[in-house]
């Protein structure tokens, strides 16, 4: 069958689509960066295009010719300067449908369940929504709900999964307590596969979860032996103190990073993750003891959940440093210009100070940015080296000062490489 895969670069999505590769479909994929998704899955047909803008029928049209069934592995967690919930959520999937009814394009949808805690939420109203008018449609559909989903890789929940479990001396967690029921990246992928087999007929509404059930503790710790470290007591965080930590992460959204620590996600943990209805007997659910033990953890694995927490810190460290070198000069900025003076006149030397002061705080402000941010980290690397080349050759005593303004350049450089070196979400 010839299949068109959106949201085919994400987390689930990825696995879906190599194992319909695999099994020997067309696969083409939707996405915001093709050329780079090419890059990584050469098998697959990419079309560039960001589903936000696709809320009109005539969107599809083109995208959806000779396709015979359309799964939607897309979706995002909550509004922010990156998503919009309610146009790719919503209004670009009722469009979706419109433009599939005349060929009577299967749809499979990669849902959630959608009442309990945060029901009313954006994340959840909008999945709602649409799954209501795909049921309506008249088109033939399968919808799919996976609890809590495990896999070789890791975003979102399951990335901060390993970032808890990779904690010194203990284990913080809020609503420790909490159900969870996980899924296999796997099997999402095998009842996606069923669903386009026909094996799962039309108008299904499935939730996919293991039989087991576990405390948010008791995943923590199973996810922490799997990192091979030693077992650490849990501390239990009351969710009031951990306000101000959503609070810094909806605002981190709202410039475009993706943290699983906004406020959607907190409120629909308050209840667990845990499903209303069992998989169906045809289809496998590994538990999570076995899908980790499948994917054995490397020295990878230890090094992205120990950085996956300190990545919000580094951004915002390099910000601050860039933004008060820029700022703490303009207090005084004819003593600041005074190293220029044997140089170049007093005008020219009180320019120049102004303009590097101006460029240290752009770079500091457009790191805060996520579509910003690498654009912003590469220009603090060259703006170092300049800085640096430029002491060296007009006042190399710098290097001895007792105070060590260049020196102190150089962790800077060393810290600006770690930021490029973890920035990439996906």
């Known amino acids: 069958m010839n299949i068109l895969i959106l949201g085919a670069t994400g987390f689930i999505g990825s696995v879906v689509a190599a194992r319909l590769a695999a ?54 967690l909550q ?11 919503t209004e670009a999937m009722l469009a979706l449908y419109a433009a599939a009814k005349p060929a009577s394009t299967l749809i499979i949808q990669i ?64 609503h420790a307590d909490s159900p969870v029921e996980t899924v296999a990246a ?10 386009i087999s026909g094996t799962l007929p039309s108008g299904s509404d499935i939730e996919l979860a293991a039989e087991e059930r576990h405390t948010l503790a008791d995943l923590v710790r199973l996810h922490r032996a799997w990192l091979g470290l030693p077992d650490a007591p849990v501390l239990s965080v009351p969710p009031a103190v951990a306000r101000p930590v959503t609070w810094l992460a909806d605002i981190a959204g709202h410039l475009g990073w993706r943290s699983p620590l906004r406020s959607t996600a907190m409120t629909v943990m308050s209840e667990g993750v845990s499903m209303n209805r069992r ?28 950085l996956y927490l300190l990545k919000a810190p580094i951004i915002a460290g390099l910000s601050l440093f860039w933004l008060l070198s820029g700022l703490i000069p303009l207090l005084a900025p004819s ?12 005008s020219a030397a009180m320019a120049l100070t102004m303009t590097t002061c101006l460029i240290d705080v752009a770079l500091g402000a457009a790191v805060l940015f996520r579509p ?23 006042e190399p005593a710098l290097w001895l000062d007792p105070l060590g303004p ?15 070196a973890i920035l990439d979400e996906r």
Not at 143 to 170: D, E, K
Not at 291 to 303: F, I
Request: charged fraction near 15%.
């Open 111 to 174: 849902s959630a369940r959608t009442d309990g805690a945060g029901s009313d939420l954006p994340f959840l109203a909008t999945k709602r929504v649409a799954d209501k008018a795909l049921a309506a449609s008249g088109l033939p559909y399968v919808i799919l709900r996976p609890s809590l989903v495990l896999g070789r890789n890791a975003h979102g929940g399951t990335a901060l999964l390993r970032a808890l479990a990779s904690f010194p001396l203990a284990l913080p967690l809020i």
């Open 79 to 89: 509004d922010s300067l990156a998503d919009d919930l309610s146009a790719t959520q």
């Open 406 to 420: 260049l020196v102190k350049v150089l962790p800077s450089l060393l810290l600006t490489l770690a930021a490029l």
């Open 335 to 346: 003593q600041a210009s005074a190293h220029f003076l044997p140089f170049m006149p007093l």
């Open 23 to 76: 099994e020997g479909h067309v696969v083409s994929g939707l996405g915001r960066n093709a050329a780079r998704a090419a890059r990584r899955q050469p098998g697959i047909r990419w079309h560039r295009a960001d589903l936000s803008q696709m809320t009109r029928p005539e969107d599809w049209r083109d995208i959806l010719d000779g396709k015979h069934a359309v799964v939607n592995c897309a979706g995002a």
């Open 279 to 306: 998989t169906p007997s045809g289809l496998p659910a590994l538990s999570a003891a076995a899908t980790l033990a499948a994917n054995p953890s490397g020295v990878q694995d230890l090094w992205f959940a120990r």
């Open 372 to 394: 910003f941010a690498r654009r912003a980290i590469i220009g603090m690397l060259a703006v170092s080296l300049a800085y640096l080349l430029g002491g060296t050759v007009l």
């Open 186 to 195: 796997e099997d999402v992928a095998t009842a996606v596969s069923a669903a």
